[in-house]
Structures are given as C-alpha cells and as structure tokens.
C-alpha cells in the first residue's frame, strides 16, 4: 500500500497495521474481490476487522475479574440487485477471503468475465478520533485502581448506598474494507465507557441509580476527577431520588422532556423509521412521506456522524463511505433518509454514510450514528411553567419501535410530574408510549439547551448492536401517552 | 474444515497446560465451534443467504492469591499452539492484576459423569442442503403472501440452521463435549388496509428439522396475526384483566427466573430475595427450569462448570422452592450449585436458565377468552420497562380488546402496568397449550387486573 491516505492519521495506522500483521497488501485484496467477481455480481466487499475489547468490573468493594477479548475475521460480501450473499471467516488471511468469496459468491449462477479489480486509495475525510494511547493499552492496575476509588467515593456520598458496581470498558478496532469498484478504505476506532451502579437501601426499600459516559477518545480525559465524579453522584443521587418516588400517573398527558437522553425519543420515534432499508421496501410507517410534514414547525433533526469523540461517530462506515451530517428533518418536513449503498443504489440516490455493522460476522445495514434535534430559542423553565400538569421526563433506559405500526415505547429512570408548571414529586417506571410519524406534529416547544447524551447508547437491529449518539434540547410534547399504575 | 472431537479436546487440554505452566493455580476452558446458515425469502427473492464458520476459544484463569483467588477471562478466535500460549500467560498476568476473592474458584467437584444424549441434533441433518431452506422460507413466504389480499408486503421469511460442538474442560480433571443443532423458521408479513399498516410474525423452533412446524402453516399463522392488528386503537385508561397469550406470556416467566439468579439474590437487587419458601404467586403456578428435556432448545448434559444440568422447580403450587445458582453465586449463600451456570468464551459463568416453563393448567385460550366480560389479550410487548429490584413493570403492549366473551377490536398505542409480585399474585387463569418455540415457554395467562394506560 503505497500512497498514503489524504488525511493520514488513523486510517494510515490501519493499513500499516493489517500489511504488517496479516500480510494483507492491494494485490491480495484484489485477488479476493476477482474471487467474487467471476460470477455475475453487481458489487462486492471485503470487510477485514480486529478489534481487542477489555473490561475490568467491580463488585462488593473489590475487582473480581479483569476480561480481554479478541475479535478477529473477515466478512465477504457479494450483492445482485436486492441479493446479498455473505460468508465469514475468523482466520484473517487472503485464503479464507477468497474462500468465503466463493461462498458468498453463490447468490448468482452464472459466470461474468471482469476487468481485474484496480484497488485505490479513498479519501476517509475526518480524523474524528486520534488518540496518542488505545484505551486497551492502559494498563489494567490502573483501571483497578480507578474502580477502587470509585467505590470509595460512592460509598461515601450517603450511608444509604448499599452496593457499587462500576467497569471500565476499553475497546481499540482496526478495520479495513475493500470493494470491487477498488475503493479501499481503513480506519482505528478506539471506544471507552465507565458504568457505575449503585444500589440504595433503605428499611425494605432498595432502588438502583446507574449512571455511564463514555466516547471514542482517550482514556485520560474519563480520568479527570469532575467528570468521574459526576457520573458517581448522578448514580448516587438517582438511587436515592428512586427510594423517595411514587407510582406513575397512568393515562395521555402533556410530557416535558429534559435534554440530552431524552434524545432517544428520536432514536425511536423517527430514527429508525428513516433507515433506508424499511423506506426502499416500504415497511416503515414513513415510507413515501418524502417532502411531507412529520414534524412540527421549528423542528429540525439531524443525523451526524462527524462530531469529534462522540460514542456514535466513524470516520467512515463500514462499507467506505465517509460519514456525514445528514438533515433528516427539515424544519418540520421530511428531507432526508439514512442510506448504505445497498438501499441507496435501489433508491437512486447516494449513500449517506449509515452503512454500520456490528462486527465482520455481520452484513451492513442503515443504522444510525449520532441523532439529535436542533435547539429553538424557548428558555427551559418557560417551558416547564407552560405545562399545568404533566410529566417532566429527564433520563431515560431503553426504547424500542414497531417500524411497521410506527408505535414507540421509551422507559424513564429518572421523572417528576409537573403540577401548576412547578417541578413535583418523582415518579418510577414511567414508559411513555407514542406514534412515531405523529409525535413530533405535537412539539409545541423546543428550548435552546441542545445537550448530546454522556455517550453509552447501544442500538439493536437485526441482532447487531452499534455504539449511538442522542441529544435534544428541553421540549414540550402535547398528549404522550403515559404508562404507570396511577389512574 | 470442521475439527473432530478428538482434536477439540487435544486443542482444550493444550490451553489448561499452558494456563498451568503460566501459573495458574486453576483453569477452566471452553471451546465452541459453530457452523451457521441463514437466507431470507421476501415476496419471491432470495434476498439474502450467509455461511459462516466460527470457533471461540475462553480461558478462566485462577491465581491464588493472599485471601482468595484472582481471576480473568481471555478470549480469542486464534487456535495456534503459539497464541494459545500467549494467551494463557495474558490471562494469568491480567489476573494478577484483579484483588483476591475468596469465594472465586472451580466447582469443588460434582462434575457430571456421564453425558446422556439428550437428542440435540439428528445426524441425518446434516445432508440437508441449503436449497432446502431456501425451499422452506419460500413455501413460508408464499403462504403468508397468499393468505390474504391485504397482505401485500412483508420483511421477509427466515430460514436458519446452526451446528455447534461445545467442549469444556477444567484443571480439576474434568472434560465434555457435545454436539447441538438448531433450525428455525421465521416468517414476518404486513398487511394494509386503509391508513393502517401492521406487522406480525409467527416462528418455529427446534433441535431437529422434523421438529419444526410447517412452513406453509407457519407463514398463515403470522398473516392472520397480521391481518387481526389493522385497525387497532388505543383505548382509554382502565384497570382490567389482561391475558397473555402464549408468545408474550413467556417473557413474564423468563423475568422471574431472572430474579431468582443466585446473583440478583446476593447483591440483594431482586424482589424477591427474602421470598424463599413463601408463598409469591398464585396456588396453580407451577415454574421449573429442566436442563434434560430431551431435545430441547435449553437442553446441554452439563453447564458452563461442567456440572450436570437437572430439574430445579422454581415455583411449586405458588411457593418458592429455589434460586437458580451457579457455583459462585450458590457460595455467596452457602448453597450447592443447582447445575444453572451459562458460560459463553468470553464471560465468566454466570446464572442462566435452560428450558423453562410454566406447567399449563385447564383452559384452552378459546374458553379463556369466552368467559372474559371485559379486558385485554397481549399479543406484543414492546420496551424493556422491568425493574427487577423492585419488580415495578411498565411496558407498551398490542393486542385485542375483548368484551362479553367475544373480541371486539385490535388495541394498539398502550402500556400495561403493575408490580410483578402483585401480577403473579394474581394470576387467575393458565391455559392448557404449552408450545416450545424457544428455551422459555409458557400457557397463556391470565392477570387479574393490570392498569393500562391509553389515549
């Protein structure tokens, strides 16, 4: 490989590291891609992966185990209209991508002849995450004696706290794909999160408060005593608030969600209905909604893989294409879908750069990368005093869709009612439920506090996970459905 | 390119040697070797088909330290004689840098010795061409597009086969192995009518092709799950009995097995961790977890610490009879091991369930339904809104709105909500239909009343 990549940095790492490694050179890609290209293919990719994980987990006040993992293999992939054949393998080497070609090949019958696949390099476009040290080479006792002072310091917020759970979770990737239109493309994703859990008792009465942060950057900055500490208060005092809270009000009622987290709203509620995949098929509740109104006016969204460190961002996704900020959401109107090749070529439109996958054992897909809503101008507290009564959501666990039906669910972990537009007592297990093409008409205000999430989504689709960003800033959302025990 | 048994075992030893040469004090570890198929059918395409091989490779170290034993987890896909070395002298390192636990270390015996064949795969199997499954994920597609005009498009019919060999051994002497299949098929069609556009899906499962329903049958059955949902509404919140029918009702039981872990019971995060021998659930519950079910999804002749599986009932007549426990979690509360450890190359064991369920009583859903004045039968759960520590549960739901025996209309955009301990309390009604489409199964339910939340 001889022409460095323009941006340099960590895509030039990567190439460096699977020549010098597993021998992997322009001339044994190509040899691969004519494997898949002897049969009447319309595309096809190698995607060559690495990626080291390790975990160091406290418990009961002391590190009980240190994990580390490696990943290793090449996925193959050969695509002919809406076909797509894949193989795997966990040998990184030229021979079992040829062989896997020769699987993956197998969707289309008959023979081709094809010029010689020319590889080339690709400009990858953003350096988002250089880091002078891989997460995964911090050594180890330093984790431990993080993780020890995190238990100190969460043991001695309140004398409630009953248990502490906490791990550093290191992730370093190389990643190398090679299409057999010779674009050739690498790149190094390093990845931490730092979960601390705590477990407040009191009398009878036990609740949890979990609170993690983390993106693709160096280990270090997590280590700043302000951020780390944080994360323990904001455990410690979610627990606590959870041992004071009561039963959820039960029924449809004006909600105010908090910034930042409460992003997943969009996560759920348009987000994946705007993947590619369900719109070229037409099984997405927003299917054919291109240029409609789905959303109230002032209400812009975005997809954006290209902001520096976060959790959801990649310099290029893992079929090549150099991420983008991809309006999705034009005030109020529909603009923009989230694409990879496969999806964009049957649309007729370019990709977006949302082809992600969860490792080279898995196909691309459509996924998301970092999701948020524009701020507005609204100050925060008018809007709250705009509510009567209400809900006023502000962290949340998980959601999930029916991208069909387009009805959403996300689960608060953290949430008061709203009585005569003043912050009132919190309430537990609220889980909102809504209609996805419909909800965002219902934005009435949208506050001028943007905050993005602290960095510790995981999306599932298809049975693959991938590292994802949210953000909104503080909004007001008329007749959410809300689910608790109350009448 | 499959390894025999014989060179699994030879690769296992090779890794326990090295872990011993690098210093540790014990080992176990688990090597799985997997074959996997898979292609989808949607409308008359074949959109996609994957083959993969894969193999994984865990170490546990145990180093014995001052107060106890230091521990680590190494995985890799790397079987080289060298790596494997390499390996186990970073497993030993890594866990010399993790605090001593008294409570860490190997079962102290009780390995199973014999391994029974529990019918996990049929040899025959294994001749079977992909074209097969290619044949049954059309016949599937066919039959659920066929079914009805307002199914028009669907995300597909499924077909998968997986072949794995599991070889476990340990530094105290023990090593097994054994060999497993599963096949499923998986079918998920939309119907329209109007503004309305819904999805649903109906599946199949087994350890052997011949146990999987038929594929024609299984793609009707997802188009009339479909075809019921257009139309659906919310309604208003109420209180009113809520049946689970026997795709959503095996959640519930997977969410208690999930906090009688040994490990939600030590770290005092359960519900019901001051429950043993009480009464928490209505008299006709009856919930056992039996890892030897021949044939069954769950099945395995012994678990991820080499200990046999066997049958743990959980829940007999309403009371609680047992945790489920791994050796370490069984240790924390002076327990012996109910044979519960899961164990996957890159974790350390820990509590899971095999083949779990609930023992079915009377009423078809048929009667169950009739003899409902006015309620709800869940057909989807959606959202993850379960708190095992305090067992507050909120989760959005679809399904249909019943009254005076008879079902009026689909019901969409609603949560259902209550407390677990309350919910089981209150079960008044089990069905008699107990089908196996995965590890957990369970009857239709009945939950005497539940708060739904609606427009």
């Known amino acids: 490989m001889s022409s460095p990549d323009a941006n340099g940095g960590s895509a030039d790492r990567a190439l460096a590291f699977f020549q010098d490694r597993f021998s992997l050179d322009d001339a044994s890609l190509a040899t691969a891609l004519d494997t898949a290209l002897e049969r009447q293919v319309d595309y096809a990719d190698l995607y060559f992966e690495y990626t080291t994980t390790d975990s160091v987990s406290l418990e009961e006040g002391i590190v009980k185990s240190g994990d580390r993992h490696l990943e290793q293999g090449v996925g193959v992939r050969a695509v002919r209209g809406e076909r797509q054949g894949y193989a795997h393998s966990d040998d990184i080497s030229v021979e079992s991508a040829r062989l896997a070609a020769g699987t993956a090949r197998a969707i289309a019958d008959e023979t081709k002849d094809h010029a010689p696949v020319a590889i080339k390099t690709a400009n990858t476009a953003h350096d988002l995450y250089p880091v002078g040290t891989a997460p995964t080479d911090v050594p180890v006792a330093r984790k431990v004696d993080w993780l020890n002072e995190i238990d100190a310091y969460a043991r001695a917020r309140d004398p409630k706290v009953s248990q502490v759970m906490a791990s550093i979770v290191c992730q370093h990737k190389h990643m190398l794909v090679a299409g057999s239109d010779g674009t050739r493309v690498a790149d190094v994703l390093p990845l931490v999160r730092v979960n601390v859990q705590v477990l407040a008792a009191d009398g009878t009465r036990r609740e949890v408060g979990y609170q993690g942060a983390g993106g693709r950057f160096e280990l270090e900055e997590m280590r700043n005593p302000a951020k780390w500490k944080g994360l323990v208060d904001e455990a410690v005092r979610i627990a606590l608030l959870n041992l004071e809270a009561e039963a959820c009000p039960a029924g449809a009622m004006d909600v105010v969600l908090g910034p930042g987290w409460p992003g997943i709203l969009l996560h759920e509620a348009i987000g994946h209905g705007l993947e590619g995949d369900f719109n070229r098929k037409k099984t997405s509740a927003f299917s054919d909604k291109m240029g409609q109104r789905v959303a109230a006016e002032g209400v812009t969204v975005v997809d954006d893989g290209t902001i520096t460190g976060r959790r959801g961002s990649i310099n290029v996704d893992d079929e090549g294409t150099p991420s983008k900020r991809n309006v999705l959401i034009d005030n109020g109107i529909l603009v923009g879908y989230m694409h990879d090749r496969l999806n964009a070529e049957l649309m007729g439109v370019e990709p977006t750069g949302n082809g992600r996958r969860e490792s080279y054992a898995h196909v691309p897909l459509p996924r998301m990368t970092n999701t948020f809503m524009l701020a507005g101008e609204d100050d925060p507290e008018e809007i709250l005093k705009s509510v009567e009564n209400g809900l006023y959501a502000v962290s949340f666990g998980g959601g999930q869709v029916d991208i069909t039906s387009g009805k959403f669910v996300f689960s608060a972990s953290e949430a008061y009612r709203i009585e005569n537009g003043q912050i009132g007592r919190p309430v537990k297990g609220a889980t909102l439920i809504g209609n996805g093409p419909d909800v965002l008409k219902r934005v009435t205000r949208i506050g001028h506090d943007l905050a993005l999430d602290e960095g510790v989504g995981t999306c599932g689709k298809d049975g693959q996970g991938v590292p994802v960003g949210v953000g909104l800033p503080t909004i007001r959302v008329n007749d959410l459905t809300v689910g608790g025990t109350e009448g | ?455």
């Open chain 2, 1 to 455: 390119m499959s390894a025999t048994q014989a060179e699994m075992e030879a690769v296992v030893q090779r890794a326990l040697d090295a872990a011993a040469r690098a210093g540790a004090s014990q080992a176990d570890v688990l090597l799985v070797e997997g074959d996997d198929r898979e292609v989808r059918v949607r409308g008359s395409e074949i959109e996609f088909v994957k083959q993969a091989q894969e193999r994984g490779l865990g170490i546990r170290a145990l180093v014995d330290g001052k107060e106890g034993r230091q521990t680590s987890i190494v995985s890799t896909s790397d079987l080289a004689p060298d790596a494997i070395e390499r390996m186990a002298a970073e497993a030993v390192a890594l866990a010399k840098a993790t605090a001593a636990d008294p409570t860490a270390g190997l079962p102290d015996g009780g390995f199973a010795e014999e391994i029974p064949d529990l019918a996990l795969f049929d040899a025959q199997d294994r001749n079977v061409a992909l074209e097969a499954r290619i044949e049954d994920a059309k016949r599937a597609e066919a039959a659920a597009r066929d079914f009805d005009p307002r199914i028009d498009n669907s995300e597909g019919s499924q077909a998968s086969s997986g072949y794995a060999r599991v070889v476990y051994g340990n530094s105290l002497g023990f090593v097994g192995s054994y060999e497993s299949a599963s096949h499923g098929l998986f079918s998920e069609p939309l119907a329209r009518e109007g503004d309305s556009m819904q999805r649903d899906y109906w599946m199949t499962s087994g350890r052997r092709l011949s146990d999987l329903e038929d594929a024609a049958s299984v793609g009707r059955k997802a188009a009339d799950r479909a075809i019921r949902r257009l139309g659906g509404k919310s309604i208003k919140t109420c209180e009113a009995p809520v049946i689970f029918d026997g795709l959503t009702a095996p959640s519930l039981i997977g969410q208690i097995a999930s906090c009688v872990s040994g490990y939600s019971i030590y770290r005092e995060s359960s519900f019901l961790g001051d429950k043993l021998g009480e009464k928490i659930a209505a008299s006709e519950v009856t919930i056992i977890d039996d890892g030897r079910l021949p044939g069954g999804l769950g099945s395995k002749p012994f678990d991820g610490e080499g200990q046999p599986t066997r049958r743990n009932t959980i829940v007999e007549n309403g009371e609680l009879k047992t945790w489920l426990l791994d050796t370490y979690s069984g240790r924390k509360l002076g327990l012996d091991s109910t044979g519960s450890a899961a164990r996957g190359t890159g974790s350390a064991p820990r509590v899971g369930t095999t083949n779990l369920w609930l023992e079915p009583g009377e009423k078809t859903l048929d009667e169950m339904i009739a003899e409902l004045d006015r309620g709800l039968i869940v057909t989807e759960l959606i959202g993850m809104g379960f708190n095992p520590t305090t067992g507050d549960y909120s989760r959005g739901a679809a399904g249909l709105w019943v009254e005076n025996g008879e079902i009026l209309h689909p019901v969409e955009e609603i949560t259902i909500a209550g407390n677990l301990g309350d919910m089981l309390q209150s079960i008044d009604r089990i069905g008699s239909e107990l089908a196996w489409r995965g590890r957990t199964a369970s009857p239709p339910i009945r939950i005497a009343s539940m708060t739904i939340a609606g427009a």
